[in-house]
């Protein structure tokens, strides 16, 4: 079991918008504003999508977005492209013990 | 452009040690925190390990502590992981990635990874 919830599974068709979430706890989400979010398409190593919560590396388009509400964190894609499917995964710093903890990974459909 | 590429992966019976290297180019290597994560097949991903950028500070997640030792070579451009004591449940891809953290008297930044390897597969099976 992952230390952060997202669903297992979204769906859109192109030119859609979709969100994924990714639910953690007052030690993590909630506490810090270090939310990053990854892609990784299958066989591929994850790529940087969103970091602290909702800046985007250049060359990340800004159909990307990302945002914070207590211990939520949400990535929406809007515009959805056939290229957007891939897995997502959510992590979050979580303090100086734990460090880092990561969703279970949210695989997203372009219908 | 940044690279990291692994190597060392392989089959090792449980109980069994593996050393893992990542060859790292295209930035200033000695300037960056480095980590390494991994992602069990089909299962999502966990963070393994850091070292600050001369090796003085390293911090690893419970369930490998006392077993994994991450270590980094400067002049060579290059990161380790020793794994020892192998069991079936460390069977993953393991990457690694480089993370841009800092820590200024304005905060900390770069507290995420930016950039990662391919992976290399480690199997822990009799």
């Known amino acids: 079991q992952s230390a952060l919830t997202q669903p297992r599974s979204v769906s859109g068709s192109p030119g859609q918008s979709v969100t994924i979430s990714c639910t953690g706890t007052s030690s993590d989400v909630g506490a810090y504003n270090y939310v990053s979010w990854y892609q990784q398409h299958p066989g591929k190593a994850p790529k940087l999508m969103i970091y602290d919560v909702s800046k985007r590396p250049s060359g990340v388009p800004d159909r990307f977005s990302g945002s914070k509400s207590g211990n939520t964190a949400s990535l929406t894609i809007s515009g959805l492209q056939a290229e957007d499917e891939a897995d997502y995964y959510c992590a979050s710093y979580a303090g100086s013990y734990i460090h880092w903890v990561f969703g279970g990974g949210t695989k997203l459909t372009v219908l | 452009e940044v690279q990291l590429v692994e190597s060392g992966g392989g089959l090792v019976q449980p109980g069994g040690s593996l050393r893992l290297s990542c060859a790292a180019s295209?930035?200033?290597?000695?300037?960056?925190?480095m980590s390494w994560l991994r992602q069990p097949p089909g299962k999502g991903l966990e963070w393994v390990a850091n070292i600050k950028q001369d090796g003085s500070e390293k911090y690893y997640v419970d369930s490998v502590k006392g077993r994994f030792t991450i270590s980094r070579d400067n002049a060579k451009n290059s990161l380790y992981l020793q794994m020892n004591s192998l069991r079936a449940e460390d069977t993953a891809v393991y990457y690694c990635?480089?993370?841009?953290?800092?820590?200024?008297?304005?905060?900390?930044?770069?507290?995420?990874?930016?950039?990662w390897g391919q992976g290399t597969l480690v199997t822990v099976s009799s």
């Open positions: 295209g930035f200033t290597f000695s300037n960056y925190w």
């Open positions: 990635a480089r993370l841009p953290f800092s820590d200024t008297s304005s905060g900390w930044s770069g507290v995420h990874f930016d950039s």
